[in-house]
């Protein structure tokens, strides 16, 4: 096993930046999905192999170090290890959002060989980097300045390839044009290139807007977006870039908060992977994914109910559309309701704010026990409970209400928690009644 390569000196306060490629900005995966913590994680790795030079034929460090480089803590190595394992096979397609002479199509692994083993008590990775790209790579130019402390604080895979994209532009103010589906295809990381269809509203509301707002509430760089249109309908846009006066690198330092990579590990053994983690986790929270897990987990070993079929559509059934603001552990004793028991005729009425404690916890557990039932009904019974909600409760909401519900039925945002509430009084209310 060879040794560790020695410390580099440093001063303690210099700023950690890493030097990327302008040409390996775009990133796009062509065989698996990339992963939120596998692109900080070759960010990491990348910034340690500049700073141990072009020379060496492979590079190393403790995973500990790599892990408190993209800030995700405790103590157990195995996430890290199978986003190592991602890095190897995921085979990536690169290109520069510049567009220079020269400059075009390239792909490969992230990583290439690696090695696992213990130095001195540490898990240690060594790893190589392909010949044809190592110079690119290692000694770039031109390339952009990435901030390490911005790629430990964005908790979402769209604003992070996003503010790789953008930091190219520090100076230039404006970057580059290009049609809105070369961005949704560039910030999504998802395999394949660039397909037809699709609404750039959806893509704005879903990926755009939230990748802005975390940018300019993380980074050191404020961005604006700029649209083109063909007609009445935008076809291009691109983005101002400038310098955010309101977010100081050092304080940065100090406020970030670590991402627990326990959350990884209770989730992959609840049968949910590191990808529909990070999805819930963006879209919810770490304090909303660890309590949907603990409802996971109980829900899991209730022996009564029906087993569940799939873990991860079961807590994105629970999470989804905020319908639980706030989750509490259910019991596997509570609401022992078989999943095709239909029940009562009137919707749930809204909690009055005098509720008690108790009372809001038995609602909330209440509602995650019917969606939970909901998920597991065939299709004609799930049928036959909207057709019930759309003519009992439906007609007497607001407009909107009905034209969220025309549109995304029980997921909409504003309709879906009343069509919680209305299970749940359905489910629990009159467990005898037929919808």
């Known amino acids: 096993m060879p040794p560790l390569p020695k410390k580099t000196s440093s001063a303690s306060n210099e700023p950690q930046q890493l030097r990327k490629s302008e040409r390996m900005l775009v990133m796009r995966a062509s065989s698996v999905s990339l992963t939120l913590i596998a692109r900080k994680m070759y960010n990491a790795m990348l910034y340690v192999a500049q700073r141990q030079g072009l020379e060496r034929p492979r590079y190393s460090a403790p995973l500990s170090k790599l892990a408190k480089i993209i800030d995700y803590g405790g103590n157990d190595n195995a996430t890290l290890k199978q986003i190592v394992r991602e890095m190897q096979t995921c085979l990536i397609q690169w290109e520069s959002p510049v567009g220079r002479d020269g400059v075009g199509w390239s792909s490969s692994q992230l990583i290439g060989g690696v090695e696992l083993g213990v130095v001195a008590g540490q898990n240690v990775i060594w790893w190589e980097y392909s010949s044809i790209f190592k110079r690119d790579i290692l000694e770039p130019m031109p390339y952009a300045t990435i ?212 009372d809001l916890e038995t609602r909330e557990r209440r509602n995650a026990e019917a969606i939970s039932l909901y998920a597991q009904c065939s299709e004609e019974v799930k049928a036959r409970y909207r ?18 519900w025309e549109r995304y039925g029980p997921t909409g945002r504003m309709v879906g928690p009343v069509f919680v509430r209305y299970l749940s009084e359905r489910l629990f209310s009159n467990p005898h009644s037929p919808p």
């Open 147 to 358: 901030s390490l402390v911005t790629n430990a604080r964005l908790r979402s895979i769209s604003a992070l390839a996003l503010y790789e994209i953008c930091s190219r532009y520090k100076n230039s103010m404006l970057t580059t044009r290009h049609h809105w589906r070369w961005w949704r295809d560039a910030l999504s990381l998802q395999p394949g290139t660039m397909k037809e269809g699709g609404e750039y509203k959806t893509f704005h509301r879903d990926v755009l807007k939230r990748a802005i707002s975390e940018i300019n509430s993380q980074s050191e760089i404020e961005i604006e977006l700029v649209t083109h249109k063909e007609g009445r309908a935008i076809s291009e846009i691109q983005f101002k870039v400038r310098a955010n006066p309101n977010v100081q690198r050092e304080v940065q330092a100090l406020n970030i908060e670590p991402v627990d990579l326990a959350l990884y590990d209770r989730a992959a053994a609840l049968g949910i992977g590191v990808r529909w983690s990070e999805r819930l986790i963006e879209l919810h929270g770490d304090a909303a994914f660890s309590r949907g897990l603990d409802l996971l987990d109980a829900r899991m070993k209730n022996t009564v109910a029906e087993p569940v079929a799939s873990p991860h559509r079961w807590l994105e059934e629970v999470l989804d559309r905020r319908s639980l603001p706030a989750l509490a552990v259910a019991s596997p004793s509570d609401a022992q309701v078989q999943p095709e028991v239909p029940t009562a005729t009137s919707p749930a009425p809204v909690p009055s704010p005098a509720m008690s404690v108790s």
């Open 387 to 404: 057709h019930s909600f759309a003519s009992t409760v439906l007609p007497g909401l607001h407009r909107s209400y009905k034209s969220d």
